[in-house]
Each structure stands twice: as structure tokens, then as C-alpha cells.
């Protein structure tokens, strides 16, 4: 399956969520990893552990620079970012594969050089677990 497809929408409730982000470029891995945690007894003749909690880390996604009016992903992301609100967001892969998460946000525009785009990095926070639904299309 290719990237291609894959969408990005936020909104200010979790059953607000249907604002599009068109300017998607990039989008982070998503999954957690549970942390080693290690739990020998003194009788153990070899190091034992256990699956601790997982950690997602933070959610990176680079989108195309534009910034023309209120309504622009990049201003309205910015508002967010000063008030420290919580945001909740849904990704979906081609195949109708959903993952629902809320987090705060911080947005920041990249450097830039000769014959070089300019771009929107969108950094999420997690506030939430990620909720997988599966898809059911065939590609």
C-alpha cells in the first residue's frame, strides 16, 4: 500500500473531528512500544523483565507551507498552540484503516534555501491513547 491517500483531520471534539488537512506532505509512525521493565528476584540466575507501558512518543507531520488567511491549517494550528488546548485528530490509511488520538500541538516553519520549499512542522503531543479501527478496503 502506498502513502499516497493517506488523510489527517482535526477538530476541537473528538465528534468534531472532520476539518481536512490538505497541505499533508509526511506523517509520522504510529504504534506504541512497550518499555522494558526489568523485574529479576535475587534467586533468578539470568535478568527477567516485563512489558511496561507503551510509549508513542511524539507525533510528527510535515506539511505544505500556506499561511493566506484565518482559515489557513497553519494560523488556526498556531491558536491552538498559544491557548494550550487539546486537539483531537483522526489519520486514516488508504485501506480505511482509522487512528483516533487527542494532543497539544506545536507548529513551527522551516528553514529554507536555494531552489528549497518551505514547510509546516505539526508536532502532536499525546493527550490520549491511539484508537485503531480497522478498514475494510481492498487496494
Known amino acids: 500500500m502506498l502513502a499516497n491517500g493517506i488523510t489527517l483531520k482535526y477538530g476541537e471534539t473528538a465528534e468534531a473531528v472532520n ?3 490538505p497541505e499533508l506532505k509526511e ?7 512497550p518499555e522494558k521493565v526489568e523485574n529479576t528476584t ?5 535478568k527477567k ?18 499561511n493566506k488567511d484565518a482559515n489557513s491549517t497553519y494560523r488556526k494550528m498556531r491558536k491552538y498552540m ?8 483522526e489519520h486514516e490509511y488508504p485501506d480505511g484503516t482509522k487512528v483516533n488520538f487527542s494532543g ?7 528553514g529554507g534555501g536555494v531552489n528549497s520549499v518551505i514547510e ?9 491513547e491511539l484508537v485503531f479501527t480497522d478498514g475494510d478496503k481492498e487496494l
Do not use: H, M
Not at 535475587?42 to 539470568?46: E, G
Not at 497539544?104 to 522551516?110: I, N, P, R, T
Open 19 to 21: 476539518n481536512l488537512i
Open 27 to 33: 506523517v509520522p509512525e504510529l504504534g506504541t512500544e
Open 42 to 46: 535475587l534467586s533468578d540466575k539470568v
Open 49 to 66: 523483565y516485563e512489558q511496561g507501558i507503551g510509549d508513542a512518543g511524539e507525533l510528527e507531520y510535515k506539511l505544505k507551507y500556506v
Open 82 to 89: 498559544e491557548a494550550g488546548k487539546v486537539v483531537f485528530f
Open 104 to 110: 497539544q500541538v506545536s507548529v513551527k516553519v522551516s
Open 120 to 128: 509546516t512542522t505539526l508536532k502532536i503531543t499525546l493527550r490520549s
